[in-house]
């Protein structure tokens, strides 16, 4: 015989503390059974329970109701919140700026059957990338079930940030499984919805943070599988006003960011709309090259308008203030032994490591858009500071796209540096498995697609090729 509390009695001191008695017999019929001991009651005198016994079936030691699916769900959403919150922003980098990011989202999927479901699918398939094992069951389920109630959510016209964020969910499971067809059709479809919002005047701060990501990198990840102009087009100067009101009034979404985040934040998107426009303008020159005589001319004024807007960036007032700060730390810390260099070249201090991941895009891009040109300029200074500045991140170059970055340092570097490049790639694929097929690609590209406009675009995987297989 055993004994367990049921936790369901009251405490009060007109009641005693409940006990169940659980005895195990021969299969025969239940029968009341009288237990008149007084060992662990509240009071001195005689207690008498009567307790039946069911020996047809096993015996539950512990209490386990069945959960209504609102409760299981947010239960699973607790369980699974660790892979949100762990996740580096391998697409956008100012993710990291936004504390409140995550509690927002849960918070309101609380209230939204939809979103709770595109979340939960979301930590799944992180999960199951974090555990190296195939898509689970309950990712192929949340998954199943978040994409009918966003289908009912469209029928009804239910458009809010909710549905907007639920369809943003799903853009990232379609980029983790590889399903670019998907991913295409997603990206354009939260277009769709953003065009919506805006014209409704319903555009809420999530729903604008919402499309600066999907607008950036989801949008330039189907542009470069495919081959195709974005289909989102830059962000305007007027988007910038926008966004600068939502983020100063630190409410929701943007609560917690500090003042001078807010600017890296600004910058951080027009970085975005850099990689926006030199892919746009890379795509332009292929079809210039196929079809005008004055392909050339045409090109290389489109470089030079390319070209202001790099310059435009970097005139930013937080940019020049930290590039004065840099230069210090480098004056202060000239022979520091402590900071990992990129193999012989001399290692670099930081002093602000999101500015430093912040140049390192710019640079990047830099090297895309002189690349294009028929007789580039000399693009190795910056590849190898790319190298460096990675270096000297160490484990906060695993937060954000720096493995990009690193790739278009390959494109003008050599072998070794090469070398160098593709086993710093590895150990960010180690962490986020969803890169390995586009790691696993890196040396072919750089030595069969070097000179090709769209040489990113060809490190992506066919349909057969993913972290899983």
Known sequence: ???????????????????????????????PILNTSTEDTDDSSSVHELVIVDTESHVRFTHNPSLDPWTYDLLLLKDLRVFIDSTPGCGCLFHELFPQATEYLVTISV???????????????????????????????????????VQASLSRNTIDESLFAAIMCMVFTDYCMNDMLALKHHVGGLYLVYKHLQQRRKLTPLSRYIARVAGSKANLRVACYWGDFPQWPVFSDMDEKEDRKWLSAKVGFSRGMQSRDIEWALACFEINNLWHRTYTFAKRASIYRAVDPDAEDKISRDYQILQNKFQQWKAREVLINQEINEEF????????????????????????????????????????????????????ASAIDICRTHAALGQAAFNGPQWECLFHAGTVLGPLERSWILEQCK????????????????????????????????????KDDTWFR
């Open 1 to 31: 015989m055993s004994t367990f509390d049921d936790g369901s009695c009251d405490d009060s001191p007109e009641k005693v503390r409940c006990k169940a008695f659980v005895f195990v017999t021969p299969r025969k019929r239940c029968s």
């Open 111 to 149: 209230a939204n059957e939809g979103l709770r479901h595109s979340l939960l699918s979301m930590a799944a398939i992180i999960r199951d990338m974090f555990q190296t094992r195939e898509p689970s069951a309950l990712f192929l389920t949340k998954k199943l079930q978040s994409l009918r109630l």
């Open 329 to 380: 730390t480098q004056l202060i810390n000239l022979s520091s032994e402590t900071v990992p260099r990129f193999l012989h070249h001399d290692p670099l201090s930081i002093q602000d490591r999101f500015y430093a991941k912040l140049v390192n895009q710019w640079r990047a891009a830099q090297i895309y858009a002189s690349r294009i040109l028929s007789f580039p300029p000399n693009l190795s």
């Open 427 to 462: 150990a960010i694929a180690a962490k986020m498995t969803v890169l390995v097929p586009l790691v696993r690609n890196m040396e072919k590209v750089w030595q069969e697609y070097r000179g090709d406009w769209n040489a990113f675009g060809k490190l992506y995987p066919r």
